[in-house]
């Protein structure tokens, strides 16, 4: 499709090499963001560009410049092509200009919508612009983990010294590759106390977990800390999974001895479909497939939770099972069955599996599901959750099998 203004013709081609200096040039490595979408933009011919990230809580996209308006997720066109991880065309009032929304994503993860704001689209606008949305993604992620800027504009109140700190160890929302997606939300999103989910990916292996520290405090945050690094330690090491277990109950026995925390542990085969995971005093995961909850499948039996060991009277249990293609798996805490709904009853296990059945019957991404679901549980009782609430989605999608 091609719009053009008041008979213009396509603006002229850009020249290719002005884009190759921008990135050649290492001087603009260091410009901010928006002296880079600016510059980005004229070498590749495109009229006008505003960033718009996510706010924490994905309820608001947060231009990156003073002069443009945050967008509500739910209720705007630039929050369709965000929730549905697709572009999104937008006329002017006066029809004479049209609006780009594409996707920032980085691999599986969404940071928010790129505007491409032009007088005339066509089909080489919409390459360039997705072009611009992949190099923006990769700037966005490499700058936000030391850029307080980019932290500031998508916070919308003060953050909890507990929350600070858990938040600085968590991986991003969503992660995945072609054979499989782990996705994840937590609230309350700036008063967190001792929950908190962490995923990985290797050549061979998904890992995904989710943990739940006792209490509701500083500590609570410092021994999820602790249980999260130390995992990531045995890991890094090729440790297995009771290794990796072994190795949280050992750093919490020694720096911790008076706190605990429980953990549900998983790695994925992603050749061959075969889940395996380890219960440490927590809820059992959920696993949905063909649109059923198989309540059962995945229940066994739960060793104490990690740092008691004086509890343990035989080694760490392992369990396994095979996944087939499609299948999702559901990581949680209690705070999430545990939330009072609209009518005063418990959200539970079965209304909480219903709610992912009937998003995937409908194609929705599971970052989506997850989303809608968070809020709909917030929004129920007034954003006061009476515990944190974590879900961990991960679903094996192999591609030769799809």
Known sequence: MTRRRGGD???AQPREEP??????DRRNLTVDLSTAVARCSKALGLHHCVVYLTDLQQRHLVPLT???STLPVDGSLAGWAYRTESLRVQESEDEDSVTAWIPLLDGAE???VLAVHTPALTAATLVRGKALAG????????RRTYKDTFVRRTRTERMELPSEMLRAFLPPRTIGNAGAVSTAVLEPAYALGGDAFDHSLTDTTLHASVFDSMGHNLASGLTTAVALAACRNARRTGVDLPGLVENVDDALAQWLPDQFCTAVLTQLDLRTGVLRWANCGHPPPLLIRDQQLLADAMTGEADPPMGLVNLLTRPRLTQDIQLDPGDRVLLYTD????????DGSLMGLERFA?????????GEPGPETLRRLIHSILDSQGSDLRDDATILLLEWQPPSRR
């Open 9 to 11: 013709g396509v603006s």
């Open 19 to 24: 884009l190759e200096d921008f990135l050649a």
């Open 66 to 68: 003073d002069v443009a």
């Open 110 to 112: 969404r940071l928010g």
């Open 135 to 142: 190099l923006l993604a990769m700037m966005i992620t490499s």
């Open 335 to 342: 705070g999430v069955t545990e939330a009072r709904m609209h």
């Open 354 to 362: 219903d709610y992912v059945i009937r998003a995937a019957a409908t």
